[in-house]
């Protein structure tokens, strides 16, 4: 693009300039969690055998701000850097999370120096939220003037109620949390596209209607499907430019099908954290991040995809450079 004066500049492109995790270190097998909840012994087979599911990590005694508060003793990149925080998006699949009027993430900031920053909640995109709230952060902080501001994103759930333990016939949920520091224009982990399908007429509660549990099992690869291939085009790149695809940890069997049905190696789709961690609402995204950064899954010019759905019904892709 070109300023009036036929000056060239760049476009400013979001960009994450941090990632952090935390992960419970306490692991129980899915079937504590599922005799808890009431699961049947068929349904835990399921999820272990088919699903690929094994331990959840969990924190019984931790609250959401623990939770979220552990994420940050994680990102060191954030300490000095407080004033430039111009936003904080709390990433969230639940829609309510503690009884009103209390208000954790607000009461976190203020601990932690963040208290002049703008801060607010986003969900309705159930587990795909995450995506949505790096999308939104790099649009904020595009009509910011100062070129150091930056947005922090903060992913993280308590399991508190069954419907917040368990997705029917499909997986289990875990107690994850992230953070990630967000800029409008950085030089690695650039969004090249970002793509949401969204599909309402699976809205509802499919543990109680199995019509709409079936319909919505049906239809739930094509639209994946229709998400990632739309972001890549978007982004200008094809499936063999991507080093990985970093899936939602919901479970394997379907990451499984979706590479068999868009003829992309089940190797290269990161399934690392599925077995040992579990569904971790909408922290599956930026974990397994860390995990591939961490583990050179993905390098300096790499190209890569994250993918993530959740119930309502929400597909969303996005592609990266890392």
């Known amino acids: 693009m070109c300023d009036p004066a036929g000056v060239g500049i760049l476009a400013r492109v979001t960009a994450l300039e941090a990632v952090a995790v935390h992960l419970p270190p306490h692991a129980v097998p899915i079937e504590a969690v599922g005799e808890r909840i009431g699961l049947t012994p068929r349904q835990l087979r399921l999820f272990r055998r088919f699903h690929g599911l094994d ?53 976190l900031l203020d601990a932690r120096g963040l208290a002049h920053a703008n801060a607010f909640t986003v969900t309705h995109h159930a587990c795909a939220v995450g995506l949505l709230a790096i999308d939104l952060a790099g649009r904020l902080l595009a009509d910011e003037p100062d070129q150091a501001a930056l947005a922090l994103v903060l992913t993280g759930e308590k399991t508190f109620t069954r419907d917040a333990q368990v997705v029917p016939e ?35 509660r499919l543990a109680e209607d199995p019509d709409l549990l079936a319909r919505y099992q049906r239809e739930y690869p094509n639209v994946m499907v229709e998400a ?32 068999r049905r ?13 077995r040992p961690v579990g569904h971790s609402f909408a922290s599956d995204s930026l974990i397994n991040l860390h995990t591939a950064t961490t583990r ?7 190209h890569y995809l994250i993918a993530a759905a959740g119930v309502g019904a929400t597909f969303s892709a996005m592609a990266m450079r890392y």
């Open 55 to 107: 331990q959840l990590r969990l924190d019984p005694a931790g609250t959401l701000p623990d939770l979220l508060d552990a994420a940050l003793d994680n990102l060191p990149e954030l300490r000095g850097r407080e004033r430039d925080i111009r936003f904080v998006i709390h990433a969230r699949s639940m829609p309510v999370a503690v009884p009103h009027p209390l208000n954790p993430l607000h009461d």
């Open 170 to 204: 499909a997986g289990i949920f875990a107690e994850g949390a992230a953070a990630c520091l967000v800029s409008a224009d950085g030089e690695r982990h650039r969004m090249l596209s970002f793509v949401v399908r969204q599909r309402p007429e699976f809205d509802g």
């Open 228 to 259: 990632i291939e739309a972001a890549l085009d978007q982004a200008g790149l094809d499936l063999s430019d991507l080093v990985a695809i970093l899936p939602h940890n919901v479970n394997q069997a379907s990451w499984r099908m979706i590479a």
């Open 262 to 274: 868009i003829g992309y190696p089940v190797e290269k789709v990161v399934l690392d954290n599925v």
């Open 296 to 302: 050179g899954l993905i390098r300096r010019g790499d």
